[in-house]
């Protein structure tokens, strides 16, 4: 589990193809690989991976076909930045909300309106996940916990602060960027106890780069 407060920037330092259908990426983060170790887990822009290796800040990760089909780390290349994030530890401060680093869908930057003190941005929301996205409830946008400000049949709005503008990868998005998304999973469960519409269309993108139904 997450919390979806992003700890450093990272860097892409390599992608390399492996296998049938997979990738093994290579990522600097001096303060998360700091005490990291073989199979820990790290959130690289709100996708759950585990490392392999470690080593002079650098930690590298399998990444399946069906991750990178389902979120928006097929289009990493050496060089871009991603959010990072150590997984959460028992008895620390949730600083967000309860992040599992299983991507629900890929949405899109749409448009981008400063502010002298904010900036607020709107979304792409795919139309699976359109129910579970509430005004000021929570959602995570690339691993990073945010409070949705507004919200449509298939967009909605986040405000950036100038610390989630410049500690983010998400002061830098473009209109047209995609983004990882990833709904609060308590709406998930409601919906399940309250035997509404199922949600077994969605698929969770989990730490082995796997999808389960």
């Known amino acids: 589990m997450f919390t979806g407060i992003v700890e450093e920037q990272g860097e892409i330092v390599g992608v390399t193809p492996t296998a049938q259908d997979s990738v093994r990426m290579a990522i600097r983060g001096p303060l998360v690989t700091s005490d990291a170790r073989h199979g820990d887990s790290i959130a690289v822009n709100g996708v759950c991976l585990t490392v392999v290796e470690a080593d002079g800040g650098v930690f590298t990760a399998d990444v399946m076909g069906e991750t990178l089909r389902r979120s928006a780390l097929g289009t990493l290349r050496s060089g871009d930045r991603v959010n990072l994030e150590r997984a959460a530890a028992l008895g620390s401060r949730l600083g967000g909300h309860l992040v599992q680093g299983h991507v629900d ?18 979304f792409r929301l795919p139309a699976s996940l359109a129910r579970y996205v509430v005004e000021k409830g929570s959602i995570t946008v690339d691993g990073v916990s945010l409070t949705v400000a507004e919200v449509g049949g298939d967009w909605f709005t986040v405000g950036l ?8 990868t998400l002061g830098a998005r473009r209109v047209g960027d995609p983004v990882n998304l990833e709904v609060d999973v308590l709406a998930k469960y409601v919906e399940r106890l309250l035997g509404t ?17």
Do not use: K, M
Request: aromatic share 2%; charged share 15%; net charge negative.
């Open 105 to 122: 869908g890929v949405g899109e930057v749409l448009s981008r309106q400063p502010a002298q003190q904010w900036e607020t941005v709107r």
């Open 161 to 168: 602060i100038p610390t989630t503008l410049s500690l983010t």
């Open 197 to 213: 519409e199922s949600s077994a269309a969605l698929p969770d993108v989990t730490a082995t780069g796997s999808v389960r139904a």
